[in-house]
């Protein structure tokens, strides 16, 4: 019913920064929120940035004031923006649709992208 999609990993170095990118598709015509998550091996997958569809945002207290989460509600984009990158930024980033409502589906859905590794070292 609902996919998404992530780009725009890759390697940075500590100091940099990077863009990424989600995409949801599917017969979509209101997503409540769309947040990014990261996972490192061995560890938890851990909260990083929230938007709502009335603009609210919410971020982790690790990436607060380096990290801004956007969103074109029309095209059912999510981008965040990552500056001021550390090494323990390192992790793969997902995309997740929180609550995509889709035509002629009563309940809400959620989905997530399979993500995109970011690199954080010199």
Do not use: H
């Not at 890759?10 to 990014?36: D, F, N, T």
């Not at 649709?97 to 970011?118: E, K």
Request: charged residues 20%; contains cysteine.
């Amino acid at each position: 019913q609902v996919q998404v999609a992530e780009s725009g990993g890759g390697l940075v170095q500590p100091g940099g920064s990077l863009r990424l990118s989600c995409a949801a598709s599917g017969s979509i015509y209101k997503i409540y929120a769309m947040a990014w998550y990261r996972q490192v091996p061995g560890k938890e997958r851990e909260f990083v940035a929230r938007m709502t569809y009335g603009g609210t945002t919410t971020y982790a207290d690790s990436v607060k004031d380096r990290f801004n989460i956007s969103r074109d509600i029309e095209k059912n984009t999510a981008d965040l923006q990552m500056n001021d990158l550390k090494p323990e930024d390192s992790a793969v980033y997902y995309c997740n649709a929180d609550r995509a409502f889709v035509y002629y589906v009563t309940n809400p859905v959620d989905a997530w992208g399979p993500g995109t590794l970011v690199t954080v070292s010199s």
